[in-house]
């Protein structure tokens, strides 16, 4: 596979992340880009050491099975704009992504912008395709 294909089905899988990201219908669909030994990590602005941080894809997926087991009437959509590949080899790659995240109650006229961010991906490419091994928020300030 060349480089130029390796970044699309990247770019495809980051695109489906956020779709089951925004559903949380499905866990196991969110779980599935994930290694077996992921990393999820966010770093509020400016702080040195994570806000959250979980070392295994046990605590991914038990979080994921609490946040889709609680009914939310917010409807949040990720909106990743701009991809950055930073470093792409057969079997690994390092994206950073501008994401912003808004959220609308039932009764909001529009969206609303409730928090930016950039992410940093690490990925890996096994049989089953590219899965995130390690993804770290860097939060924007608050607006």
């Given at each position: 596979?060349?480089?130029?294909?390796?970044?699309?089905?990247?770019?495809?899988?980051?695109?489906?992340?956020?779709?089951?990201?925004?559903?949380?219908?499905?866990?196991?669909?969110?779980?599935?880009?994930?290694?077996?030994?992921?990393?999820?990590?966010?770093?509020?602005?400016?702080?040195?050491?994570?806000?959250?941080?979980?070392?295994?894809?046990?605590?991914?997926?038990?979080?994921?099975?609490?946040?889709?087991?609680?009914?939310?009437?917010?409807?949040l959509r990720h909106h990743q704009c701009g991809v950055l590949f930073r470093e792409?080899?057969?079997?690994?790659?390092?994206?950073?992504?501008?994401?912003?995240?808004?959220?609308?109650?039932?009764?909001?006229?529009?969206?609303?912008?409730?928090?930016?961010?950039?992410?940093?991906?690490?990925?890996?490419?096994g049989t089953d395709g590219w899965k995130l091994a390690k993804w770290t928020i860097?939060?924007?300030?608050?607006?």
């Open positions: 596979m060349s480089t130029a294909e390796d970044k699309l089905a990247i770019l495809e899988v980051m695109t489906s992340y956020f779709f089951a990201l925004d559903a949380l219908a499905d866990p196991s669909a969110l779980l599935s880009h994930y290694t077996p030994d992921a990393v999820w990590e966010c770093y509020n602005h400016g702080e040195k050491e994570p806000a959250l941080r979980f070392d295994s894809r046990e605590q991914i997926e038990q979080v994921i099975a609490m946040e889709s087991a609680t009914p939310n009437p917010v409807l792409v080899t057969g079997s690994t790659a390092v994206t950073r992504t501008k994401v912003m995240v808004t959220a609308q109650r039932p009764d909001d006229p529009a969206p609303r912008v409730r928090n930016t961010a950039t992410c940093e991906g690490h990925w890996r490419k860097f939060r924007d300030p608050a607006a």
